[in-house]
T-cell receptor, first 116, second 111 residues
C-alpha cells in the first residue's frame, strides 16, 4: 500500500475562518511534507517533518501552522488566509531513512483550497 | 541543491516512443535522479529512479551517462493517458529531502 490520504478534497473558506487540512499514511514513513501548488506551476515545498519534528520551514507565513500529532498523521492549520493562498495543497511522505528508495516521496491527491 | 533543466513542452503521437531529457550539471555524488508524473489536480506520482547507467521498470526506462550531468526518461509507445507533466528531480539519500521541483515537461500525446 503506497497511499497517502488527504482530507478534505475541496475546501472553501473565508479570510476570517479557521480550518485544517489532514494527511494520513500507514506505510511506516517517518518523513512527511507539505507542498503548495498554484495552477500551472510546480509544487513548492512548505514544511518537512522528520520523526515527528519540524525539520524544514520554507519561510512560510504564520497563518499556516503545521502539526504532526504522530508518525502517521500530518495536519496543516489555516487561519486568516488571503485569496492568494488559494491553491492545491499536497501532502507527501517518504521512508525517512538513508536506504535505497528511502528518498522516494509518495503524494496524496491534494486539497483544493479556495479562499474568498 | 542541484538545479534541473527540462524542455517546457513536447508533443508526440500515440504509439511513439518519447524521450524527455533533463540537465543537472551540479549533481552531487550522493544524489539520485528521480522522475515523477503529474496529472491535473492530482499529486505527483513516482515513475523511476536511478543513479547511473540504465534503469528499467514496467512503465519507463531511465538512461544516465557516465558523467551523470544529464538523464533521459524514455516512455515506450505512449498513449493518450500519458499526457501529463513530467518532473525530473535530483534527490539525496538522507533521512528527509528538501526537494525543489523545476518547471517540468508538459507532454501532450496526440491521437
Amino acid at each position: 500500500d503506497t497511499e497517502v490520504t488527504q482530507t478534505p478534497k475541496h475546501l472553501v473558506m473565508g479570510m476570517t475562518n479557521k480550518k485544517s487540512l489532514k494527511c494520513e499514511q500507514h506505510m511506516g514513513h517517518r518523513a512527511m511534507y507539505w507542498y503548495k501548488q498554484k495552477a500551472k506551476k510546480p509544487p513548492e515545498l512548505m514544511f518537512v517533518y522528520s520523526y515527528e519534528k519540524l525539520s524544514i520551514n520554507e519561510s512560510v507565513p504564520s497563518r499556516f501552522s503545521p502539526e504532526c500529532p504522530n508518525s502517521s498523521l500530518l495536519n496543516l492549520h489555516l487561519h486568516a488566509l488571503q485569496p492568494e493562498d488559494s491553491a492545491l495543497y499536497l501532502c507527501a511522505s517518504s521512508l525517512g531513512t538513508g536506504q535505497w528508495g528511502g528518498n522516494i516521496q509518495y503524494f496524496g491527491a491534494g486539497t483544493r483550497l479556495s479562499v474568498l | 541543491l542541484a538545479k534541473t533543466t527540462q524542455p517546457i513542452s513536447m508533443d508526440s503521437y500515440e504509439g511513439q516512443e518519447v524521450n524527455i531529457t533533463c540537465s543537472h550539471n551540479n549533481i552531487a555524488t550522493n544524489d539520485y535522479i528521480t522522475w515523477y508524473q503529474q496529472f491535473p489536480s492530482q499529486g505527483p506520482r513516482f515513475i523511476i529512479q536511478g543513479y547511473k547507467t540504465k534503469v528499467t521498470n514496467e512503465v519507463a526506462s531511465l538512461f544516465i551517462p557516465a558523467d551523470r550531468k544529464s538523464s533521459t526518461l524514455s516512455l515506450p509507445r505512449v498513449s493518450l493517458s500519458d499526457t501529463a507533466v513530467y518532473y525530473c528531480l535530483v534527490v539525496g539519500l538522507g533521512g528527509y529531502q528538501k526537494v525543489t521541483f523545476g518547471t517540468g515537461t508538459k507532454l501532450q500525446v496526440i491521437p
